[in-house]
């Protein structure tokens, strides 16, 4: 049996936040339980509406938070147990705005070279020699090696972000809403570059966003979060054509048309925003459902499993 690049296991993670001076801090509970896997290859789309955890989710993975509880494995390794140089080779990010995730003042080539320098162990003319495949790989001619990232555009930082995160040759990308920030013609562009560098490279992609059209067009496989909690994952066609949980048939419902005389899509999950801080008993998601029971208020679904399906819901009819 092959080995999932990225194992997570039941992971969770809770913040302590206080609403003012004299307040008692708040538990936030922002990712609760969460457990999935992505193999060689393969592309897993994360997706939910701002603040259910994906970011929070990726930041775990990726090393940079602790999780409170669970365990995340890279390429069958635990990740706590990976140093930082070995984690560097294995997964690295792609973030959302490319401006504030590049040094202002540092040019491309010394933002793409760094984790090559940081790494050690190759010359200067090699280190030159990597970054200037790397920027024709992503589509960008090696003379900007020299400009400083203002000079260059939101697509073109973009690219350079993704040269950075491939320079060392990893297996995973994690990719935290990598086009958000971008204009409608610069995202088609970078969504374009990224399958095709998957294609060619081999690589494994985590991708985060709150973009459903976007992920249908990327992910072979889906994972829905609400508050925390992975509440349906499948296949990307089947889960697009044949969503079993309310939540994400609230979702699809809500994806915009070309369609002026359509007007926005109704969604029936009215205006109140889920907050962590406060989950609701039973089925975190009933206080907006529509089509809730009172069961649904006082039990917690159990997680209905068939591969590669899963959900979360009381109503959900058995795979």
Do not use: W
């Amino acid at each position: 049996m092959t080995t999932p690049l990225i194992e997570v296991r039941d992971v969770g993670r809770q913040f302590r936040v206080r609403a003012g001076l004299l307040a008692q801090p708040k538990r936030v509970v922002a990712v609760d339980g969460v457990s999935l896997q992505l193999k060689a290859g393969e592309v897993l789309g994360v997706v939910g509406e701002s603040g259910c955890g994906k970011s929070t989710l990726a930041k775990i993975i990726l090393g940079l938070l602790e999780p409170t509880a669970g365990e995340v494995l890279i390429d069958g390794k635990h990740l706590a147990s990976l140093d930082r140089k070995e984690r560097a080779r294995l997964i690295q990010p792609v973030f959302q705005d490319p401006f504030s995730s590049l040094n202002p003042r540092r040019r491309v080539r010394d933002v793409i070279s760094l984790p090559l320098v940081a790494q050690g162990g190759m010359s200067s003319p090699e280190v030159n020699r990597r970054v200037d495949e790397m920027l024709e790989r992503v589509g960008l001619d090696p003379s900007m090696a020299d400009r400083l990232p203002a000079h260059l555009s939101g697509g073109q930082r973009q690219r350079v972000a993704i040269a950075r995160a491939l320079v060392l040759r990893p297996r995973i990308v994690v990719c935290d809403e990598p086009t958000s920030a971008l204009d409608v013609s610069v995202q088609a562009q970078i969504l374009n570059l990224l399958a095709e560098l998957r294609r060619e490279l081999g690589l494994a992609y985590l991708f985060i966003s709150h973009n459903l059209a976007v992920v249908e067009h990327v992910a072979s496989e889906v994972a829905v979060m609400y508050l925390g909690r992975i509440v349906e994952q499948n296949q990307a066609a089947s889960l697009f054509r044949d969503p079993r949980h309310p939540y994400t048939k609230a979702l699809l419902a809500s994806v915009l048309t070309p369609e002026p005389d359509l007007g926005l899509p109704e969604t029936g999950l009215g205006d109140a925003m889920p907050d962590p801080a406060n989950v609701p008993p039973g089925c975190r998601f009933h206080p907006r459902c529509p089509v809730a029971i009172e069961r649904c208020s006082r039990d917690v679904p159990a997680t209905q499993r068939k591969e590669p399906s899963l959900v979360e819901c009381h109503l959900a009819v058995p795979a």
